[in-house]
């Protein structure tokens, strides 16, 4: 009678590993920035930026809003000092009641674990490099939209692409298989304070697509007052990461962001709407410009200048 037991073990043997939260989520933020990317590099053909709009549009909002938490987070678990912190806690108060603070108190993972000023660095100057690409994009498409030539769109093609566009945010994209073992670090797999193409660096985005671009200048950003919460988020978050319980419900209750979500989905609707009414290029490339790229890094934003 004791192949039960044994047939047991095989499925437990056998069973795949349970999906990270985090890694999982993240994924959905990097298919968005790989197509800010493209939005940088597309070679526009004039009179004609209906592939441009559909890289703009085709992303979930609460998809993207929960990759970007991730990202967070993930990029604070990459700073020794704050991973030395919280492990320092766990070690002086025991695991559980470390785990107990993390997930009652939202500020706990900004006050208590040494260290926390370093991950909060890391995640500002990642955020601003993220949100500085997205308005350089929206200038570029700008400066489409006055270097054009006016033309009048076919009101009937116009029709038929907004019913197009309605469609394309409900379209599940996969990550290709390559590219997750760079975005699904581990506690302390990367190094963005010394490597900026690592993940959680400010030219990571520019990695992972091949693409090379010039470094910004070295700042130490501010964080946004108003945005202190979604910071104080992503601690904890990265938190219950260092400390090996990265999969519970509190950890996918707190991926979700309803006021940033709907912002993505105002930002996205004004977008299909601006484009519905487009009478020509001109204004096709206004609106990328606008809801597609600036208005959405305004969305995204944590840091602000020193």
């Given at each position: ?5 044994l047939?047991?073990?095989?499925f ?29 590099t597309?070679?526009?053909a ?14 979930d ?14 990029a604070a678990?990459q700073s ?23 997930t009652?108190d939202?500020?706990y993972a ?5 260290g926390?000023?370093?991950a ?6 990642s ?5 500085t ?12 939209g ?11 093609r116009?029709d ?6 309605r469609t ?23 190094t963005?304070?010394?490597d900026?193409?690592?993940?959680g660096g400010v030219?990571f985005?520019d ?31 990265a ?10 419900p509190r950890v996918r209750?707190m ?8 912002c993505?989905?105002m930002?996205?609707l ?15 490339a206004?609106?990328i ?18």
């Amino acid at each position: 009678m004791r192949f039960i037991p044994l047939l047991a073990l095989a499925f437990l043997v056998a069973a795949p590993a349970r999906a990270e939260p985090l890694h999982d989520a993240v994924d959905a933020y990097a298919l968005y920035q790989n197509d800010i990317t493209a939005l940088i590099t597309l070679d526009v053909a004039a009179n004609d930026l209906d592939a441009a709009l559909a890289l703009a549009l085709r992303h979930d909002p609460d998809r993207v809003a929960q990759g970007w938490l991730a990202y967070g987070a993930l990029a604070a678990s990459q700073s020794p000092a704050f991973v030395a912190g919280v492990r320092s806690r766990i070690r002086a108060a025991g695991r559980a009641p470390v785990l107990r603070q993390l997930t009652r108190d939202a500020t706990y993972a900004r006050r208590r674990p040494p260290g926390a000023a370093e991950a909060i660095n890391i995640i500002l100057a990642s955020n601003a490099a993220d949100t500085t690409r997205m308005i350089a994009a929206g200038h570029r498409y700008s400066g489409f939209g006055e270097g054009m030539v006016e033309s009048a769109s076919d009101a009937v093609r116009r029709d038929t692409r907004s019913e197009q566009m309605r469609t394309l945010a409900g379209i599940a994209r996969p990550l290709a298989p390559d590219l997750a073992p760079r975005l699904h670090p581990g506690v302390l797999g990367a190094t963005p304070l010394t490597d900026p193409y690592a993940f959680g660096g400010v030219r990571f985005w520019d990695a992972l697509a091949r693409r090379t671009s010039a470094l910004p200048g070295a700042a130490q950003w501010r964080e946004q007052p108003s945005r202190a919460d979604r910071i104080n988020r992503m601690l904890t978050l990265a938190g219950l990461f260092i400390a090996e319980a990265g999969d519970t419900p509190r950890v996918r209750d707190m991926l979700r962001d309803g006021a940033l979500t709907e912002c993505l989905a105002m930002e996205q609707l004004e977008l299909r709407q601006c484009a519905s009414v487009s009478a020509s290029a001109n204004d096709d490339a206004h609106c990328i410009a606008r809801h597609g790229l600036t208005e959405p890094a305004a969305c995204f934003a944590l840091a602000q200048a020193p």
